[in-house]
Structures are given as C-alpha cells and as structure tokens.
C-alpha cells in the first residue's frame, strides 16, 4: 500500500484517531481453539481472519511473524499470503507487518524484499542490521514500502552482544544501531527500530537517539513488559510513536469459541490502557 506520506504517515494517522494496538497474528496450532477448521493452515487462516475482524477497531497494525506460517510448508506459506490478503481486503488501510527479521547478503535480500512486499503482499518487514546498511538496501531503497531494524529485544539473554559498548563513545550496540538507523538509513523516511518492553531504560536510550522515527514495541503483553512506564519514555513527540505490539495476550485471550469476543475485549483494554498513558 503506496501512501503520500509514506507507510508510517498512515500509522500517525491511526494513533490521531484513537487506534494504537498492533495486534500480533502468530497462529500457535496447538492453542487454536477446535472447530475452526479440518486442515492446519485453513485453521490458522480462518482464526488469524477472526481476529482481525474482532480486534481492526482498535488495530493501526497488523503483525504476522512468518514463523508461525512457515512452519506448516507450502500450505503455511498460502495462509499467510491469504491472511495478509483478506486484511487488505477487508481493512485496506491497516498496515500489515511481516515479522520475518531477515538480513543476508544484497542479492539474496533482493528476493527476500520481492517475496515480502510483492509476493505476500506486506506493508512492511522486520530486518538484522548485522550484515550492514549496504546489504539492506533491496528493503531500504523501497520508498513505498516500511522497514524496521532490530534494535534492542525483549527476549532474555538479548544483551550479548545489544548490549556490548561501540564506537569512540563506548555507546551500547543497540543504541549506535538506532542512531546509524534515524541518521544514515532513513534516506526515504521508510525506517523505524526495535525496542523490548521489557526493559524500559533502554527504550528511553532508543527514544532519545531516533527522535520521532516509529519503534516497534515488542513485549508488552504475554512478556510482561511495563506499559505505564513504556509510554512515559517512549513516545514520540510528534505522535504516539509505538507501535505497541501484543500477540499472545490478544489472540489467546480465551481458548473457547468466544475467542473473537475475548481478543475483542482484550484489544479494546490494551487500547484503552495505551490511551490512557
Ligand atoms: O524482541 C522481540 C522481537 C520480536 N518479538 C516477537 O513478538 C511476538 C511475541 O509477542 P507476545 O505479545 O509476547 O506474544 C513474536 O512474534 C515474537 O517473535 C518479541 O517478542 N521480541
């Protein structure tokens, strides 16, 4: 979805008028509720269609982590194609996020950009800065389309190599990936970073070094990562700026056939709490 003001001027747009979830689609097969369907990957799809409807209210983005799909083979991969296609269909101006942190050498990253953005049809897709701007550039050079670096991470033992001082100020890995990110990478205004709710300290760090560059939040529902304290370091000045993922907590908010009802209620409190900070 091409837009004027490029893919995140479509997210300020949401956040202006009141949706700030990103909900995160990463159909789980062994806690799908039974019924939804007899084959797998049409039980992913039909569930990850449910969602959608029950939660779009609420919803600036959609985030599809591409392992979920992927792991099901070629059936997988033709519902994730069919989610992404049924969103765009059916809420044509959310943003769809493939959560697929790729990174390889330049050539290969043409494929992967062509697979993502044109094949299944994403808005925008997660990158490894490892490997370096250049490497990145079949993402970078894609003015119409987003792409979000990791930064820093939610998950334990993150800080390995995040966390390892770089550069002639000895600054925090994560932090000169953002900084290199906002100053160097962002050529077309395409770029947003990671950040883990998990620890907020270094989300303020992010903040402060992009200035209102867009970042993923991730690790605020199932993780248990502190929103109050989140919103208060890591908004943006001139919008919400975080886009506030939560999978888990959404999509298995019941394990019953209210599940849509359920992720409805969920989104709309995760919303509300989001608002409110
Ligand atoms: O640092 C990271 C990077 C990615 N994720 C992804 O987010 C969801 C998990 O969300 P929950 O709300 O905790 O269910 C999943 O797709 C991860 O790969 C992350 O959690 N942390």
């Known amino acids: 979805m091409a837009t004027d003001g490029g893919i995140y001027e479509l997210m300020r747009r949401h956040w202006s ?10 159909p ?13 990957a049409e ?16 919803a600036a983005a959609f985030k599809l982590n591409s392992a979920f799909f992927e792991r099901m083979g070629v ?7 069919c989610t992404i296609a049924y969103i765009k269909q059916a809420h044509p101006d959310r943003v769809v996020i493939v959560d697929a942190k790729r990174g390889d050498i330049d050539n290969t990253n043409l494929y992967y950009a062509e697979a993502v953005f044109d094949t299944w049809g994403a808005d925008v897709v997660t990158v490894h800065p490892y490997m370096g701007r250049e490497s990145l550039e079949p993402f970078l050079r894609r003015g119409d389309k ?30 000169y990936v953002c900084r290199r990110v906002a ?6 205004g395409n770029c947003a970073v990671t950040a883990g709710a998990t620890e907020p300290a270094k989300l303020a760090r992010i903040r402060h070094a992009v200035g209102d560059l867009p970042i993923l939040l991730l690790g605020l529902g199932a993780q248990g990562g502190d929103v109050d304290e989140c919103l208060r370091v890591g908004k943006a000045q001139d919008s919400f700026g975080l886009i506030a993922n939560s999978s888990r907590a959404i999509l298995y908010a019941s394990s ?16 509300q709490r989001l608002s409110d900070g």
């Open 256 to 271: 019953g056939s209210d599940f849509a009802e359920a992720a409805h209620r969920a989104a709309a409190r995760f919303n």
């Open 146 to 175: 987003g792409v979000i670096v990791m930064g820093a991470n939610s998950c334990a033992g993150v800080g390995e190599f995040q966390d390892l001082p770089v550069g002639s100020e000895g600054v925090p890995l994560y932090e």
């Open 17 to 26: 008028q009141g949706r700030l979830v990103c909900v995160g689609l990463d």
């Open 43 to 58: 039980r992913a799809t039909v569930f990850c269609r449910e969602i959608a409807d029950a939660t779009a209210e609420f």
């Open 75 to 81: 059936p997988g991969i033709q519902a994730l194609e």
């Open 183 to 188: 100053g160097n990478w962002n050529r077309l």
């Open 28 to 40: 789980d097969l062994s806690r799908l509720p039974a019924g939804l369907a007899t084959h797998d």
